[in-house]
């Protein structure tokens, strides 16, 4: 009975962890005017990109800007080939890539769905343990995302956790790791 206990403890923690803390902010309280018409994000997500140079910088860029559609399918190979697979199909699956392309292969959704893509690695501020990478994604011909995901290793097993998701410019997912706690 006790190790059913402690079992289902560590399987409840490790929920609380991932938990979307998106949904606590309210668009007039985490966003102001600009004098331009557009609008900045205030609000607690410390990787929004607003925050870039505030709560975090960008470490490398892994993936200079690039457009896949004006790439060959063999340089196409080579961009994913420096991702493991797993983040990849964390993107794609994000942005419902999958759906939208009648689950075409990657090399294919990015050739023709994706217009252009940034990878970088990042150092946090607020959370300088974690090992963050950062996908900024341009789709629909002006629209972009920015999700930035913590790469996770135990052991040999390497995992990614989504610390943030925006879709220009919304917070659409911001984890409780990279919340800031203590603001507002």
Known sequence: MFKMLLALSVVFSGSVLAQNMAEKENYKDAYIDMPDGSSRYVG????HEDYEKFYFKTKKVLQK???PSQLSDTEIKGILAKFDKEVITLVLKTLD???IS???SE???LKDYIDDITVESL?????PELDLIRFNVGVGGGNGSFMVFNKVKKGSIVSYEMMSYTFDSDLNYCDQKVWL???K
């Open 107 to 109: 090399v294919s959704i």
């Open 65 to 67: 800007y690039t457009d």
């Open 102 to 104: 009648n689950s075409a």
């Open 123 to 127: 150092s946090s501020v607020v959370r």
């Open 97 to 99: 890539m999958y759906d």
């Open 44 to 47: 607690k997500c410390s990787t």
């Open 181 to 183: 706690q203590n603001s």
